[in-house]
């Protein structure tokens, strides 16, 4: 099984600041098989990323995906009032299929 | 446009079973496997396993073998989750996904609250 460890487990930023999530597979991941999800208080998760780097449908381009083989990072350019969530990352292609344990974005 | 629309909140007692339906609308519903996640309160995502439509194949998480049954029914486009012999560990959220290959679980089921208590 593939372990994502995800950094750091909250984050504080004002909004306009920028965001560096990471996230850590415990193996070699495919980055045709990686993504990322935001999920809010009360709701379900929402696609932002897969094939590490390709935005899902309507996400706008301040989200950004990088990365390969253990090392992901997905990148808020500048935050805005609703990107204040929790976002996990999550990988595909190998069963059992996996996620983080999440990133907290909190306003500062 | 695509949808999943699950069926709604269960309360069940300690070794009891609960099957959790998952209704799909906007697609073709053989040409997308269905995959199940759960997310236990203040917790992170927990994959289950998938059921494929179109031959009713499974692959299941091994946490859950021996415990869980997927299955479908295609003349409703409905998927189904049945799980057995609950714990309160069972506490969660379940939701059904639309598996594809590009973009991996892209539309999720609004989710199916199931709370586990004597």
């Known amino acids: 099984e593939i372990v994502l460890t995800q950094s750091p487990g909250t984050l504080s930023l004002s909004p306009g600041e920028r965001a560096t999530l990471s996230c850590r597979a415990s193996q070699s991941v495919s980055s045709s098989y990686f993504g990322w999800y935001q999920q809010k208080p009360g709701q379900g998760p929402r696609l932002l990323i897969y094939?590490?780097?390709s935005r899902a449908t309507g996400i706008p381009d301040r989200f950004s995906g990088s990365g390969s083989g253990t090392d992901f990072t997905l990148t808020i350019s500048r935050l805005e009032p609703e990107d204040f969530a929790v976002y996990y990352c999550?990988?595909?292609?190998?069963?059992?299929?996996?996620f983080g344990g999440g990133t907290k974005v909190e306003i500062k | 446009q695509v949808q999943l629309v699950q069926s709604g909140a269960e309360v069940k007692k300690p070794g009891a079973s609960v099957k959790v339906s998952c209704k799909a609308s906007?697609?073709?519903?053989?040409?997308?496997?269905m995959h199940w996640v759960r997310q236990a309160p203040g917790q992170g995502f927990e994959w289950m396993g998938w059921?494929?439509?179109?031959?009713?194949?499974?692959n299941y998480a091994q946490k859950f073998q021996g415990r869980v049954t997927m299955t479908r029914d295609t003349s409703l486009s409905t998927a189904y989750m049945e799980l057995n012999r609950l714990t309160s560990d069972d506490t969660a959220v379940y939701y059904c996904?639309?598996?594809?290959?590009?973009?991996?679980?892209?539309?999720w089921g609004q989710g199916t609250p199931v709370t586990v208590s004597s």
């Open positions: 996904a639309r598996g594809e290959v590009v973009t991996g679980l892209e539309y």
């Open positions: 999550h990988q595909y292609g190998s069963s059992p299929l996996t």
């Open positions: 094939g590490a780097s």
């Open positions: 906007g697609y073709t519903f053989i040409d997308y496997y």
């Open positions: 059921v494929i439509p179109n031959s009713g194949g499974t």
